[in-house]
Nanobody, 128 residues
């Protein structure tokens, strides 16, 4: 069982930045492909970004490319999402999720149904 806890959310003005963290306990994240997802009330969970076990392979939703950067520190058992140039439509609850994979260079994708373990989420609000 992987227990994941997100942090770093908050209120930020449009154009601002936030850095989300997702720290795991119970097992090493080194064996898991990881993803970030976003959800707003009344909508399905939306894939934001994902990263391979090694950190060498990443993928982003088109609306996040060039603004968000996913990274991981397997020593610290932590995943990050650097979010720049934030827009009001980026508002939502952000979740990290993990899927055990054998290969170090594959990503689990941006479909939430692929993932096994989830954090509780952290709220991000982009508003002036």
């Amino acid at each position: 069982q992987v227990h994941m806890v997100e942090s770093g959310g908050g209120l930020v003005q449009p154009g601002g930045s936030l850095r989300l963290s997702c720290t795991a306990s119970g097992r090493s994240l080194e064996n898991y492909a990881i993803g970030w997802f976003r959800q707003v009330p009344g909508k399905e969970r939306e894939g934001v970004s994902c990263i391979s076990r090694s950190g060498d392979v990443t993928n982003y939703s088109d609306s996040m490319k060039g603004r968000f950067t996913i990274s991981r520190d397997n020593v610290k058992n932590t995943l990050y999402l650097q979010m720049n140039s934030l827009r009001p439509e980026d508002t939502g609850v952000y979740y990290c999720a993990a899927l055990w994979v054998l290969s170090k260079v594959v990503v689990a994708g941006l479909d939430a149904r692929a993932y096994e373990y989830w954090g509780q989420g952290t709220q991000v609000t982009v508003s002036s």
